[in-house]
């Protein structure tokens, strides 16, 4: 629960049988993400404009309980996305499980997609499978080998899960430059690095360059053990959209009682007698006298 602009905010459980949390999601959302979420539903409650994007809301229903009213929001949140990342030894276009990590990242996949069966909350919207090739060797063959990844992943998913038939998953691929290597090369510790991003940021052709890494015995083996492999690689990257269901509770001010008008101040004139004044005129008490 939380408070958005004096206004008590929970956020609930929508769909259908809900899990523990079956993933260890690679993309953790930040807590101004659901603060949106919140603040969309807040907003909504008030009538007021806002630029709270990527939500979609509906209001479900409204009551008073107690001193507050009570509204129900769904509310769809469109920026959600679960990343795993394969490793491949070179030339290799199967995947292997015993290759660094995979086994863990296909444990993890294997459990959010068995979740999406489960869980009526999320909607995927596309997923997208890109393979990798690092630059090492000949780029034509680095590009059908990269493309090859992302085939063979996709064909590996269909065969366990029926991916294909159940979502919209398109393959890409990308055959990574030895440019594409200057951020590793600068947060590691090899050896003569200003030669070697000199060497990386020319403009000879990628042969050249893996030419005169090679001649560079430290450097290239650096690369072949620690910059080149995570290059070679298969990313999976699903969209999906979440349903959840936020309630706000809004204090029901009570209407301030009327205050009651001073009476008329009394005052007596010269001759003893009890003068009212009044906003049309003044009224004299004549003593009983009958005769005006």
Not at 244 to 258: D, L
Request: net charge positive; with cysteine.
């Amino acid at each position: 629960m939380l408070f958005i602009r004096g206004r008590l905010v929970r956020l609930l459980l929508f769909g259908g049988k809900r899990t523990k949390r079956f993933i260890r999601v690679k993309k953790i959302h930040s807590l101004s993400a659901l603060f949106l979420v919140f603040a969309a539903a807040a907003y909504a409650n008030t009538g007021e404009s806002a630029s709270i994007q990527k939500t979609d809301t509906t209001m479900l229903s409204e009551k008073i309980e107690g001193n507050y009213l009570v509204r129900r929001y769904k509310v769809i949140r469109d920026n959600d996305d679960a990343q795993y990342s394969l490793k491949y030894s070179v030339a290799a276009s199967n995947l292997s499980a015993l290759t660094g990590g995979n086994a863990t990242e296909l444990a993890d996949l294997d459990r959010f997609i068995e979740g999406l069966k489960r869980d009526t909350s999320l909607h995927v919207r596309r997923i997208v499978i890109t393979g990798y090739a690092s630059p090492d060797g000949n780029p034509e063959s680095n590009k059908a080998l990269a493309l090859s990844r992302a085939q063979k992943f996709r064909e590996l998913l269909d065969s366990r899960y029926g991916l294909s038939t159940a979502y919209n998953v398109s393959v890409d691929s990308d055959a990574e430059s030895w440019s594409d290597c200057e951020e590793a090369v600068a947060k590691s510790s090899i050896a003569d690095r200003a030669r070697v991003e000199e060497i990386l940021a020319s403009s000879a052709s990628d042969a050249t360059k893996e030419l005169q890494l090679k001649r560079m015995p430290q450097v290239w083996n650096m690369f072949r053990t620690q910059i080149l492999p995570p290059m070679r690689r298969v990313e999976v990257n699903i969209y999906y959209n979440q349903d959840m269901v936020v309630e706000v509770h809004t204090f029901i001010e009570k209407p301030k009682a009327a205050l009651q008008p001073k009476p008329a101040p009394r005052r007596e004139c010269c001759c003893g007698q009890v003068v009212e004044d009044d906003i049309i005129g003044i009224i004299v008490d004549m003593g009983g006298h009958d005769d005006y």
